[in-house]
């Protein structure tokens, strides 16, 4: 099927036709392609399936019970029967779908999957939940998950500017959703990639508004691709906690979206020393950012927007260089591992107040830059390239280094590497675990043996370096 276009607004052209039928085990099978505005998706039923669906219509009296071709005992599988019924059955949804041009009946617009792939039963179905279920998720404050195609239709919905009950059922009035966004404070959106069920329909490339939600402390995002984001930025006053994965390829697209629109921007302060184009509201409550498992090439200045975040996580990226953390005064917390960082070079003027450093997976070979991060508690190094031992005096005058992993870097295999590597760290080789394994008392006897030998040879090289001034 051809992937589905997404117009500013949906035509209401619907259409259900049986393209085809197959034979599963002793009775034959229905294909109905279905069509919806630009979606399409298969659904299969038998014989029976429409027979139950008639049942139900008839039994509420919404159409006459002639309308159904009648069944058939004999030869029910032979090919000019399936064919001729194939026919008789199009003609029956097509016949129903006439008859109900808006408000479909629930019970129909289940057989035709409605409810999993069209606006109108998307938004009739998830209206129904949170009539029932609404009031108890949000007394219970968990997560609530929904999809993209979910938020899809509620956008649609809302820019049609139509009644939101178009079918006569209060359950299934979209205010109930409107209640619910506008006080849900925690929530996750969960895309795909690739079509959804059996439908034409490319979730990832579906745009929705997040502005129906008033009162979010918590979103995660993933799979949505970051252009198709629309009004996240309504949650600035609220929002603490912000994961967006497999979405973004800058941080821009995600913090400041509008700054494509403008020259120059600058974030929202008390004294601005140049002109802007721009004056840029901050994320007044965000501590939390999650942006790991994106395509994001480097820190760009949108990080002086989230001047309170304590804990960021940008990991399985592709940044080169650590730039511009120096607007995050609060940052304790921060993991750049598995990117493609070569060089730490400064870093120490931008990480002034950092407490556990994740650079794991990179391709460090040296560990310069590190040596005046004394508030650093936890540091992880491990699948890097460092190969010298020395590298280590880097770090080891750091005062408050207490957890330390070197695994799978080249120096690991060095005869007695570990006791090597803690005597770089004098006096406090016994207060620091090494590769998440605490300094034994024989370590620390070695350790003692290694730093009078360093000593020594300091010694010696003082009294050289004396008689040569001489």
Not at 403 to 408: M, P
């Amino acid at each position: 099927m051809e992937a589905a276009r997404f117009p500013a607004e949906d035509s209401e052209g619907r259409d259900a036709r049986i393209v085809g039928s197959e034979l599963v085990e002793n009775y034959t099978v229905y294909i109905i392609q279905v069509k919806a505005d630009f979606h399409q998706w298969t659904v299969k039923h038998r014989y029976s399936d429409f027979h139950d669906l008639h049942e139900k219509l008839t039994g509420e009296k919404m159409v006459d019970k002639n309308l159904l071709p009648p069944k058939k005992i004999i030869g029910k599988n032979s090919r000019s029967l399936v064919e001729k019924r194939q026919k008789e059955l199009e003609v029956y949804l097509q016949t129903l779908l006439a008859k109900f041009p808006t408000a479909t009946p629930k019970v129909l617009s289940s057989f035709l999957h409605f409810h999993l792939y069209e606006i109108n039963g998307i938004t009739a179905a998830l209206s129904e939940e949170l009539f029932h279920r609404g009031e108890q998720l949000l007394l219970a404050g968990e997560v609530f998950n929904i999809r993209p195609l979910q938020l899809y239709a509620i956008t649609q919905q809302l820019r049609k500017g139509k009644p939101t009950c178009v079918n006569g059922d209060a359950k299934t009035d979209l205010g109930h959703i409107l209640d619910f966004t506008c006080r849900l404070k925690y929530l996750k959106i969960s895309g795909t990639r690739g079509p959804v069920g059996t439908s034409n329909i490319q979730e990832h490339l579906l745009p929705f508004d997040l502005s129906v939600f008033k009162s979010l402390q918590q979103i995660e995002i993933n799979h949505c691709e970051a252009k198709h984001i629309q009004g996240l930025i309504s949650s600035k006053p609220t929002l603490a906690t912000l994961s967006i994965q497999f979405s973004a390829a800058s941080m821009k697209d995600i913090l400041v979206p509008e700054a494509s629109e403008f020259d120059h921007w600058e974030p929202e302060c008390p004294v601005l020393e140049c002109p802007v184009t721009a004056i840029v509201p901050t994320w007044k409550s965000l501590t939390t950012l999650d942006m790991s498992h994106n395509w994001i090439s480097n820190i760009d200045d949108s990080v002086k927007l989230i001047r309170k975040i304590e804990f960021l996580d940008l990991s399985h990226n592709e940044i080169s260089t650590v730039e511009n953390l120096q607007h995050l005064y609060n940052l304790i917390h921060l993991d750049l591992s598995y990117n493609k960082l070569a060089s730490l070079e400064g870093v120490h003027a931008k990480l002034g107040n950092i407490k556990t450093l994740n650079l794991a997976g990179n391709l460090l070979e040296s560990l310069c830059g590190l040596n005046k991060l004394y508030s650093l508690v936890n540091l992880d190094l491990s699948n890097n390239k460092i190969e010298q031992i020395e590298e280590i005096r880097n770090i080891g005058r750091l005062p408050c280094l207490e957890k330390l992993v070197l695994s799978n870097n080249p120096l690991t295999i060095i005869p007695d590497y570990r006791t090597k590597v803690l005597a770089k760290f004098w006096d406090r080789a016994s207060e620091v675990c090494l590769d998440n394994t605490s300094t034994t008392e024989k370590e620390l006897d070695t350790v003692e043996v290694l730093k009078a030998i360093e000593k020594a040879k300091e010694a010696k090289n003082k009294a050289n370096n004396s008689n040569k001034k001489k």
